[in-house]
Every structure is written in structure tokens, then in C-alpha cells.
């Protein structure tokens, strides 16, 4: 693998192989980890943190794969730069560029992060936009791979919720990059793009991997050995359209019964997170207040089962991502 200088915008800016090498070695950085081991493969590095959405994971895996490695980080939050509002994202791309070894960039327009990628003459990073999510995709890959039994081409996994969002687009692509079993299950109105699902389409052929949209929540689960969701509301969406998305989304609620409908008793459970499952959240209770509801994506009880695996995803987030890292700007092992 030589990823050195490179971009990761989107999962095909990576091959299959590039793409599953990255996460063997977040498997074996994550090993290292465990017994203590500390390689500083980024030491004397400096790397931009722009974060123009706020984030509990992204943020914290960054910063503590930089500092595991040796670098030191620089958060700029969405009021610590001008970019986009008094300088263009060229010309920022540029200035940082120049004093960074590295750039994350977590925000909503893809243009923005693919425009950062262009121009800064170092390796950009997506943390997240509101089209892809690719650092999310190898912490999933590694989790899966962590709990099947069987090789990835023979893996099943189905996405229930809002399939228009970042984490549905991804899951899609990335699942047909792999040659694995993937559906998307959502209502009609909330399903992947017609660009989104002809990228999948042409990965497929290549792969052979098998692909469902489907607004049918039965065939979707059925024999799925993961069950993916993801919040319901996206970031930056007010909370009155809530009622709406609630009407449409809650058929397709994670929950005992979606759970049996697979067929499966070794079914997993996944979440990027946050999640709403319970009332223990300011939005939660707001939720129930005037709702009276207790969950939305998926219920508690799905959420504490033995089958959520939702933890040891945020745990994976860490060393896939500092993986990426490594690859792009230090010393692969």
C-alpha cells in the first residue's frame, strides 16, 4: 500500500484493495495500541482540524491518533478561520497548505472539502460532509470484520432509516466497492440518488456485489447479519421537520421486531452515533414531551442488547483513522 500524499474525499478515491488495506492496518495499529506499543510515525507533523460541524467522535479519534503518533493538532471550529466567509476555500486551502502537514475537514459541502483536497498540496481528509463519510466506513468495515464469522464477500448488511444521508450514500458505495450483500431500506421519498445509486451500480458489476433499495423493511432484514441506522434528523435540520420525517421513518424503527425478522440469532446491531433511543438527552425528553416517545432510530432495548455493537464502532473510529493518517503522512509498518 502507498497512500503517501494522498486524499481520502470520498471511499473511491480508493480501490477495494487500498480501501481493506487501510483497515488491516487499523486493525494491527489497534493491536499496537492495546500492548502499549507507540511507533511517533507522525512526530514533527502538524495537522488542521476544521470543524464546521460540532462532533463527539471525529474530533476526539483525530486528535488522540495525531497525539498516539507523535503529531500535534490544531482545531479551528467554526468560528476560528475565514474560510468561506471573508477568504475562499482556494485561498485558505493554500495558506494552510503551506504551515500544515495535514488538513481533517468536517463540514456540509463536499465542494468544500474536494476544493481543500485541490489546493492545499498536502493530504485532506473528510471527517464528514453531508455527502460522504468516509473515515466512518473503515471503522465499519473493521467492525464487521471483527464480528463475521465468514469472509466479507459473504457478508450481509441493511441500512434502515433516512437513505438519502452521508452514512446511507456510503454504506451503499462502499458495500458495492467490497463485492458484499447491501440494502438500503427507507421510504420512497428518502432513498439514495439516482448518482448516488448508478456509482454504486457501476462498482457492482465490478465486484459482484449485490445491491437492494428497496421501501419493503421484510426482504431488506431478512438473513442480514448487520443492521445498520442513523439519526433520524440530520445536523442542521430544524427540529420542526420533525413530524414529517417522523411519519415517514418510524416503520423503520430498529427494534425487537425488526431484529427477528432477519432470521438471524447472531444478527448485529450498528449506529454511528449519537443515537436517540432513550429519554436520557435534552432532545430525548423534548422528544417525549411533545411526542410522547421514548426512541426513534432504534429502541433501548435493541440499543443495551448483546447484539449492538454501536461501541465498539466509536472505538474502531480511532484506529482507522489513524490509520488514514500513517498512510497519508507517516511510516506504514
Known amino acids: 500500500m502507498n497512500l503517501q500524499g494522498r486524499n481520502l474525499l470520498k471511499e473511491t478515491d480508493l480501490s477495494a484493495v487500498e480501501f481493506l488495506d487501510l483497515v488491516e492496518l487499523g486493525r494491527r495499529l489497534r ?6 506499543l507507540r511507533n511517533n510515525r507522525l512526530a514533527g507533523r502538524n495537522i488542521a482540524l476544521i470543524f464546521e460541524k460540532t462532533s463527539t467522535r471525529t474530533r476526539s479519534a483525530f486528535e488522540v491518533a495525531a497525539h498516539d503518533e507523535g503529531a500535534h493538532v490544531t482545531y479551528l471550529g467554526p468560528d476560528d478561520s475565514q474560510l468561506g466567509r471573508k477568504e475562499s476555500v482556494k485561498d485558505t486551502a493554500r495558506v494552510l497548505g503551506r504551515m500544515f502537514d495535514g488538513i481533517e475537514y468536517r463540514g456540509a459541502a463536499q465542494e468544500t472539502v474536494e476544493t481543500l483536497g485541490a489546493w492545499a498540496g498536502v493530504p485532506v481528509w473528510n471527517g464528514l460532509t453531508d455527502d460522504w463519510h468516509p473515515t466512518q466506513m473503515l471503522a ?4 464487521m470484520r471483527d464480528h463475521a464469522s465468514k469472509p ?64 419493503d423493511v421484510l ?18 435540520e430544524s427540529a420542526t421537520a420533525w413530524g414529517e420525517r417522523i411519519h415517514l421513518l418510524m416503520p ?23 443515537a436517540l433511543h432513550n429519554r436520557d438527552t435534552e432532545t ?3 422528544l417525549f414531551s411533545q411526542r410522547r416517545l421514548s426512541a426513534l432510530e ?11 455493537i454501536v461501541f465498539d464502532q466509536a472505538d474502531n473510529r480511532l484506529h482507522t483513522i489513524k490509520a488514514v493518517m500513517v498512510a497519508t503522512l507517516g511510516d506504514v509498518p
Not at 465499519?140 to 467492525?143: G, P, R, Y
Not at 426482504?219 to 442542521?236: C, E, K
Not at 432495548?301 to 449492538?308: H, I, K, M
Open 31 to 36: 493491536l499496537q495500541k492495546r500492548v502499549g
Open 140 to 143: 465499519d468495515i473493521l467492525t
Open 152 to 215: 466479507l464477500a459473504e457478508v450481509s448488511y441493511c441500512y434502515l432509516g433516512d437513505g438519502r444521508n452521508n452514512v446511507a450514500n456510503s454504506l451503499l458505495v462502499t458495500g458495492a466497492l467490497l463485492g458484499m450483500d447491501v440494502r438500503i431500506c427507507a421510504p420512497w421519498s428518502l432513498q439514495p440518488s439516482e448518482r448516488v445509486q448508478e456509482i454504486a451500480g457501476k462498482l457492482a458489476a465490478e465486484s459482484g456485489a449485490q445491491l437492494l433499495v428497496t421501501a
Open 219 to 236: 426482504p431488506a432484514v431478512a438473513g442480514a447479519d448487520f443492521l445498520y441506522t442513523d439519526v433520524w434528523l440530520s445536523m442542521g
Open 252 to 274: 423503520y424503527q430498529v427494534n425487537r421486531d425488526v431484529i427477528a425478522a432477519t432470521g438471524n440469532p447472531a444478527v448485529k446491531f450498528m449506529h454511528c452515533l449519537p
Open 284 to 286: 430525548g425528553r423534548r
Open 298 to 308: 432504534v429502541t433501548e432495548e435493541v440499543f443495551e442488547s448483546p447484539a449492538s
